[in-house]
């Protein structure tokens, strides 16, 4: 007989231990620091790190893993016509069934701005069917 797992993330009760890096890395100081890393402590913080990192990396940017990566980067070198939307929306779909599983995306948005080379993605989704949140993403040629 199976045993439904709950979706309780463990690390997030525990408000000292952090979770993940965030991204993207700054070049200020944190917390008195001289580090440019700063620290997710909540599982939902580190998911959109994750996320962003997934999608501004492009395939074959990982040696070890030539597969990984959304390649949204990539579109900015195209033709941005009617189907930008349709080829956005195919590449974030199968990028998070297969990276991401537990991500279920229910808005998505394409923005361009062709004049100057600019794309902005706005991607609102649920984990685990929890609270949504929202992904920016801000790509200049």
Do not use: C, H, W
């Amino acid at each position: 007989m199976a045993i439904k797992q709950t979706n309780i993330f463990p690390l997030d009760k525990q408000p000292r231990k952090a979770v993940g890096i965030a991204y993207p890395f700054s070049a200020m100081a944190f917390s008195g620091s001289a580090s440019p890393f700063k620290s997710n402590y909540t599982t939902k913080e580190q998911i959109k790190s994750n996320l962003s990192v997934f999608f501004t990396t492009n395939k074959g940017e990982r040696p070890l893993n030539p597969n990984y990566g959304g390649g949204l980067k990539d579109l900015l070198f195209e033709q941005l016509d009617d189907k930008a939307y349709d080829i956005v929306y195919k590449r974030v779909t199968d990028g998070l069934s297969v990276y991401f599983p537990e991500v279920k995306v229910k808005e998505l948005e394409v923005l361009e701005n062709v004049d100057q080379n600019e794309l902005k993605i706005v991607m609102s989704y649920t984990v685990f069917n929890n609270e949504k949140d929202t992904l920016e993403l801000n790509f200049n040629g």
